[in-house]
């Protein structure tokens, strides 16, 4: 039995204290990825800091136009939320994509960004597995790795990261809003989560005692041209093989701006710049299409399990550039 107190904060301020006064203390919000991981015998919290009543779910303006959202507004509140649904649709579309709406119903949007990945490895706690226990191994690397990463992992672990939000969140430039006893920070996306390396075990860039308190969007939503991607192996309810979100801007046939990040493939959401500042000023048309999928994955590996996920990143970025273009460069694979 795990055994195990409960504390329940109403100010950010508080919740900070609670855990910090608490060894082995744990945040929970929605707790739809924390309770799996707890009866798994993978978490085992000492005290458990409730923060689902702090003041953290509004949508409100930004800075400099943009959107922020409170850390604890819900998935579903996120995705319809008639703001995100008309400036940010890439966003919204890609929270819908993801689990079930049961599950958006009490999942925050800072607790999506915490979720760990789903390797079978890690869930079971009779297999070894680096992220869960450091220096066991990873028993993935030769074995069921049908779901695992592609690019950017490392020797000691090849899981991916699960969201289908934060593929969306990567490619809008969002920051990431957090507090702590040392007072309050912002992070950029693209720094908050971590390759695995040769520390697998931490996944983001959070202190142990920190706090998310919102996600904040730029003005910049690419409402105009857009695409969420999603390829998995049933309609719904299921983890990413692999997923793309798209934001470009053009003028004409001409690409003068794109963001492009792919879910599913490593252990953060993937994007490439030296890939996306090659588009600008070219045409589009299927050669470029083709041209950036392949500088996007030019280092990508595969193993036994999940080769296939090179190629079919490839087809999926075609798809959404079609998407978000209304145009077909999926039939010149080269
Ligand atoms: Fe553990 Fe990572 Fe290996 Fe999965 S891929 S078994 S999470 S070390």
Same mark, same amino acid.
């Given at each position: 039995?795990?055994?195990f107190s409960y504390?329940? *904060?109403s100010e950010v301020q508080q919740a900070i204290e609670q855990h910090r006064a608490n060894a082995g203390a744990a945040f929970i919000a929605g707790g739809?990825?924390?309770?799996d991981l707890w009866r798994e015998d993978v978490a085992h919290p000492q005290v458990v800091v409730d923060i689902s009543r702090l003041p953290l779910k509004q949508i409100e303006p930004g800075a400099a136009g943009g959107l922020k959202i409170g850390a604890l507004v819900t998935n579903s509140a996120a995705a319809y939320d008639a703001t995100i649904a008309a400036r940010y649709p890439l966003l919204a579309k890609a929270i819908l994509a993801g689990a079930s709406p049961q599950i958006r119903n009490v999942a925050s949007i800072g607790g999506n960004l915490l979720q760990r990945t789903r390797c079978v490895y890690f869930y079971d706690a009779g297999t070894r597995c680096n992220k869960r226990e450091p220096g066991t191994g990873c028993p993935a690397l030769e074995g069921v790795n049908r779901?695992?990463?592609?690019?950017g992992a490392s020797e000691y672990c090849i899981a991916v990261h699960p969201s289908d939000m934060c593929v969306a969140l990567a490619v809008l430039d969002a920051t990431v809003h957090l507090s702590g006893p040392g007072g309050a920070r912002v992070v950029p996306f693209a720094e908050f989560h971590r390759l695995p390396g040769d520390t697998p075990h931490i996944d983001t860039n959070?202190?142990?005692d920190e706090l998310i308190t919102a996600v904040e969007l730029p003005k910049q939503g690419f409402a105009e041209h857009h695409a969420y991607v999603k390829v998995r192996d049933r309609a719904s309810y299921?983890?990413?093989l692999v997923s793309v979100a798209l934001g470009l801007e053009l003028d004409g046939d001409v690409i003068v701006n794109a963001h492009c990040a792919l879910g599913g493939v490593a252990h953060k959401p993937w994007r490439d710049a030296d890939a996306? *500042?090659?588009l600008r000023g070219k045409a589009l048309n299927a050669r470029t299409v083709r041209d950036f999928a392949n500088k996007v994955l030019c280092d990508a590996r595969g193993r036994r399990g999940n080769a296939f996920k090179i190629e079919l990143a490839a087809r999926a970025i075609e798809r959404a550039f079609a998407m978000a273009t209304q145009r077909?460069?999926?039939e010149s694979a080269s």
């Open positions: 039995m795990n055994r504390t329940r *904060a739809t990825n924390l309770v779901m695992h990463a592609i690019l959070l202190r142990d299921a983890f990413a996306e *500042a090659s077909s460069f999926e």
